[in-house]
Structures are given as structure tokens and as C-alpha cells.
């Protein structure tokens, strides 16, 4: 029987060795380092590895929830980078076009006032013009007049030398009288040429004058338009900056809130990794206790 308890008790400690070693194999190894599972107690060892091989499972889920946290900051804040760049294209584009508006807006000033230097111009000159047509029309009627007076001095010298015709005088007075009829035929004539291109001048004044009264109302519609486009410019900046505001207030809010679930997420990291040590302490522990009690193995199996 001696015999008998001697050659089966081995064996059977061969047998629970060789499971416990492979149970150490399908774990990971934190047991094969401290040595916990060289040793025959079976009983004891066992809740304290199965501690040891379920709660490092745990770790690659948290390393993972922790590396999508990270991903996640990382993905936002190129968004806001993104975003916060894009902005500023949209505000210097803004600013190029109020730039353009308001240089456009100095041109348009300096072409109004040059407008309406020609048009007191063409008024000053419309009233110049009126003025010498009513001289040139008095020059008229008072030439008018002298050839009506001359008419009548032909015809009543007409009479008297049908009356005498031995008057001496009537020849020289007839072709002194017909030079003055000539030189006033000449200056109506020259008259009513000025007349005509007087007439002339004032059309085109007048037309003038509409035209830069066109151009005025088209300027001024213009300048109306640059003001309205300018407002609109400054509007849609100031919407601009408060929408990043609250861009980067909204922003800056989710990543402390993730920056806070992170650290939630490392903190149970750090207990268990606190635990885990203690199990791998105490099984040394025990480990060389019963590594001590050597020769009661054949007592505690029989």
C-alpha cells in the first residue's frame, strides 16, 4: 500500500503541474514570472489566478476607449483648424471686396464731383448763350428797322427823282443808299448765320445738360447700391464672427468634456493595475510557504 500511495501521488502531481501549466500558457504568463503555479497547492492558488487572468482582459478595451477618445480630439481639432481657416479666407475675401467697394466708392465720389463741375459749367454756359441770343435777336429787330427806315428812304427818293429827275445828287445818293442796303444784307445775313449756329449750341447744351443730369441719377442709384453692398458686407462680417464665437465656445466645451472622460476612462486603469499587483504579491507569498512544507506532500495527498 505504501508502495501504491508513493507511485500514484507523483503522478498525480505531474498531471495537475502539466494543467496548471497550460492554463499559465492560455492566460499570458503573469503567472509563469512569479512562479505561482510551480508549486502542488492547488486549492489555494487558483481564485487568485483567475483574478490575475480575467482582469487584464479589461486593459485592451480601455487602451482601445482611450485611443478613440484620442482620435476623436485629434479629428475635432482638425475640424476647428479647418474651419477656423476657412473663416479666415471668407473674412479676407470680405475684407477685399469692402476694400474694392469702398476704392470704387472714392471713384465714384471723384467722378460725382467732376459731374457736377461740368454741369455748373454747361449752366454757366447755357445762360451765356441765352444772353446772346437775346442780344443777337435785339441786333435783329434793330436791323429790321433800319431796313424798313432805308426802304422808305429809297422809295421817297424813288418819288422825288420821278418829281426832278434833273437832281444832280441822286445817283451818289442812290449808290450810297445801295451800299447801305448791302452792308445791312450782309449783316442780317451774318446774323442770321450766328443765329443759327447760337440755336444749335443751345440744343446741345440742353442735350448736354440732360445727359449729366442722367449721369447724376445713375451716379447717385450707384452710390446708393455701394452703400447698400457695404451695409450687407458688414452685417454678414459680424454674423461671421459671432458664429466663431460660438463655434469655438461649442468646441472648446465637447473637448473639456472629452478631456474629462478620458480621464475617468485612465482612472480605473490605474486601480486595477494597483489590484493586479497585489494578487501577484500574495501568490509569491504562498508560492514559498508552500514550497516550505516539502516533505508533508505525500501526508496531505494520502
Keep these: 500500500m505504501e508502495n501504491a500511495v508513493r507511485t500514484v501521488g507523483p503522478l498525480r502531481v505531474g498531471k495537475k503541474m502539466r494543467k496548471r501549466r497550460e492554463l499559465d500558457a492560455l492566460v499570458g504568463g503573469p503567472g509563469n514570472r512569479g512562479g505561482r503555479l510551480l508549486s502542488a497547492s492547488s486549492d489555494e492558488g487558483e481564485p487568485w489566478g483567475r483574478r490575475a487572468s480575467r482582469r487584464p482582459r479589461s486593459r485592451p478595451f480601455i487602451r482601445l476607449a482611450a485611443a478613440l477618445a484620442f482620435c476623436v ?5 482638425a475640424t476647428v483648424l479647418w474651419l477656423f481657416v476657412d473663416v479666415r479666407r471668407q473674412i479676407v475675401s470680405l475684407r477685399i471686396e469692402m476694400d474694392r467697394v469702398s476704392s470704387s466708392s472714392a471713384s465714384v ?19 451765356e448763350l441765352t444772353t ?12 429790321a428797322l433800319r431796313m424798313e427806315q432805308a426802304t422808305k428812304e429809297l422809295a421817297f ?3 422825288q427823282l420821278s418829281a426832278a429827275p434833273k437832281l444832280a445828287d441822286t445817283p451818289r445818293r442812290l449808290a450810297e443808299l445801295q451800299r447801305t442796303v448791302a452792308d445791312f444784307g450782309s449783316q442780317i445775313k451774318g446774323f442770321d448765320s450766328a443765329l443759327a449756329s447760337a440755336k444749335k449750341q443751345a440744343v446741345t ?12 441719377h445713375e451716379l447717385e442709384t450707384r452710390s446708393n447700391d455701394t452703400i ?3 451695409t450687407t458686407s458688414f452685417k454678414m462680417e459680424e454674423e461671421l464672427k459671432n458664429q466663431l464665437t460660438t463655434l469655438n465656445n461649442t468646441l472648446f466645451n465637447r473637448i473639456y468634456d472629452i478631456e ?12 486595477v493595475a494597483t489590484i493586479t499587483t497585489q494578487p501577484i504579491v500574495n501568490a509569491t507569498k504562498i508560492t514559498n510557504t508552500t514550497e516550505t512544507q516539502g516533505p508533508a506532500k505525500p501526508f496531505v495527498l494520502h
Excluded at 480630439?73 to 481639432?77: E, H, I, N, P, Y
Excluded at 446772346?132 to 436791323?143: F, G, N
Design 228 to 230: 447698400a453692398n457695404m
Design 205 to 216: 447744351a440742353s442735350s448736354g445738360v440732360e445727359e449729366v443730369k442722367n449721369i447724376l
Design 132 to 143: 446772346r441770343l437775346s442780344k443777337l435777336e435785339k441786333d435783329h429787330q434793330e436791323l
Design 260 to 271: 474629462n472622460k478620458v480621464r475617468d476612462i485612465n482612472k480605473p486603469l490605474s486601480t
Design 157 to 159: 427818293v424813288s418819288d
Design 109 to 127: 465720389s471723384d467722378s460725382l464731383q467732376i459731374c457736377h463741375t461740368a454741369a455748373k459749367e454747361l449752366k454757366a454756359n447755357a445762360t
Design 73 to 77: 480630439c485629434v479629428v475635432s481639432a
